[in-house]
């Protein structure tokens, strides 16, 4: 427990823009996902036909790939497609990864976005 509170403190304090000494912040592992879940699995669906489906699910997009090697290569297929970034991991500093950008505008940001994209906000205490 004591090893997860440590790891959870440094990463509040990256996060909080102020460091933390020896590491950092990168993006873990993610999934590849459709843009448009809807659009995707028909596609899936009008390429593989009776082979698209697995108990009443459509396949992911490695066994589809896998079907259809070609797939890969097609244009219409990469457009369809999107890997958000992953969850964030800490890491040393000497990891050769990226490190994640934290900074106080990506924090307005994402509240902006938490608050149903709201891009200006009324300072209650101003001068009318």
């Not at 304090?13 to 843009?35: C, N, Q, W």
């Not at 659009?39 to 009008?46: F, S, T, W």
């Not at 990864?97 to 101003?126: I, S």
């Amino acid at each position: 427990q004591a090893i997860k509170d440590c790891r959870a403190y440094a990463t509040a304090e990256i996060m909080s823009t102020r460091g933390f000494p020896g590491f950092k912040l990168v993006a873990g592992r993610s999934k590849r996902v459709f843009k448009d879940k809807v659009v995707g699995n028909d596609y899936i669906k009008a390429q593989l036909g009776d082979k698209a489906y697995k108990k009443r699910e459509t396949v992911s997009l490695a066994q589809a790939e896998k079907v259809l090697p070609n797939l890969k290569k097609s244009e219409v297929w990469k457009d369809l497609i999107t890997k958000p970034t992953g969850k964030p991991v800490l890491v040393k500093d000497s990891d050769k990864r990226k490190a994640l950008q934290f900074t106080m505008q990506n924090e307005f940001e994402l509240d902006a976005e938490d608050m149903g994209n709201v891009k200006t906000l009324v300072d209650p205490f101003a001068a009318k």
